[in-house]
Nanobody, 115 residues
Framework: VQLVESGGGLVQPGGSLRLSCAAS????????MSWHRRTPGKERELVAT????????HYSDSVKGRFTISRDNAKNTVYLQMNSLKPEDTAVYYC?????????WGQGTQVTVSS
């Protein structure tokens, strides 16, 4: 089982990034997917979730209206489009796949928002 995040980097405030998470080793289309983030000294935060069909999504209040989660089950990939980025969005972003007791995590990708 692998989840590999990519797309992180350094961006100026107000800019955009698109994170990708490529999945392998399990039946991706059966799993709900989510993005989380962690900043040193803070608890991990659930950023966005998407159901296995992609029909339902949920966002934390801190990113609602700025971030969009999506998935392509044909490509076994989940995305996080991040617009209007703020310095407080700086964190390591992780993708997560969950189905009952099966719970998989990627290694994370760093996003830094700074001028």
């Amino acid at each position: 089982v692998q989840l590999v995040e990519s797309g992180g980097g350094l961006v100026q405030p107000g800019g955009s990034l698109r994170l990708s998470c490529a999945a392998s080793g399990f039946t991706f289309s059966r799993y709900d997917m989510s993005w989380h983030r962690r900043t040193p000294g803070k608890e991990r935060e659930l950023v966005a979730t998407i159901t296995r069909t992609g029909r339902s999504t949920h966002y934390s209040d801190s990113v609602k209206g700025r971030f969009t989660i999506s998935r392509d089950n044909a490509k076994n990939t989940v995305y996080l489009q991040m617009n209007s980025l703020k310095p407080e969005d700086t964190a390591v972003y992780y993708c997560n796949a969950i189905l009952y007791e099966y719970d998989y995590w990627g290694q994370g990708t760093q996003v830094t928002v700074s001028s």
